[in-house]
């Protein structure tokens, strides 16, 4: 069985072969093939996995290593589109090119998106394993797959950096976690490979203290006066290890007038700054560097940190993110949930007690999706202080689902709610395929089938 490997992202190679070096995903006597996606809207100006020299020997661990964006030029990989007449087409070609003439089992990182979803579609008879894209793993999954798609979802690979939680993303497949000992490896590997003159700038410098910059105003999460805010906070924050400097990695589209604005703030405070500019990811950074701890707002990078290195982490401005996230079932908010739970001074949230907080959240994100999670919900819900509802819940979708915490059901909440063990909106469903299926049988037989 081929094994194709469709990722896009340095994070998402050192998960899979990580899960490799542990014997997690099997090796394949009929080779390994990574096709190496640069999704950036400007992959001139943002070097992908398939370029950087640093992950070279994870590259090694393939048999064959696809440029996709070169074999797709001009058309990016995430505007790739395949129709249901061109996809065995497709099949026959890549199969022919790549030498594939067995069985196909595809480890795709995004997976509803292109060009994963594609090949998803060009391979339609192989099996579907799930690569972890960090935090965003343990979210439900936004949209309803077909059964024919969904079932063919057999694993979901994820580094196990949050302990004691199982993502919910694709409830039905095998949990296979990457322990951090095995993830550590690998990003030992990357730090030993990587030739970043700005690390070694940092090496010299008194206690550094890390702080990590997400853009969340391009988000339209925030504007960017609370974000530069929210920075100057995360330095006041760091100040609480009493680092000699502050180490700002922007994000790479971050405003030069941010940047002057936290450097002000430092200098305010007495604390020296400098802004590091090179490309190398927080988890290598953080393994090369001696930092006394870092700040984020929801970066999966806090608690890859604190499992990989035991970095004390902390994280600033999660409480207003959870307010601002809209719709409720917006993608970041299990991300920004469990970063606000686990850098919280006064969190319980720990172990089950995460879990079953997940579990809620996830709930009231896609109570259709994710319907197997409403009795954890109402759990949590029925357990939690006013504080902790309102924290984590919207009390207008508690009131519409009729969980705990709400106000008087409205007729979403009693078309959600549960009766006799389903909910009134499966039993429609179910009519409805009832009556599908007679009125094809009625059809058939006016037509003398």
Known sequence: MTQIFVLNSAYGLMTAVAAMDAGAIPASPSGRILIAVNAAIIPEAAPGIVEAREL???RARFDRVVDLNELLAPTRPPHWRV????APVLERLLRQAWDIGGEVELFLQSPQVAPSRVFIDVFAGADVAIIGDGLMTYSPIRNRWPHTVAGRVSAVVYADT???VEPLLFPDADRMPVAPAALRAVVDEVAAATDDPEIGALAGLDRPALILGQYLSALKLITPDEELRMQCEMIDRALEWSPGTIVFKPHP??????IDGLAGHAAERGVAFTVFQGGTPAEVLAVRAPFVGAVAGFSTALPTLRALTGLPIAAVGTELLLQRLTPFENGNRIPVTIIDALTRPDSAHAGERMQLLVDAVGYAMQPVIAAHLRS???EFL???TAAERQRYFARSRLTSLGLPGGGAPGLLARALGPRDGASRITEVQLALRGAQRRSRRAWK???GG
């Open 445 to 447: 037989a006016l037509r």
């Open 162 to 164: 949050v302990p004691g």
């Open 253 to 258: 589209s971050s405003a030069p007038a941010l």
């Open 376 to 378: 954890r919900a109402e």
């Open 83 to 86: 129709t249901a007449n061109e």
């Open 56 to 58: 070279a020997t994870l």
């Open 382 to 384: 029925a357990a939690a």
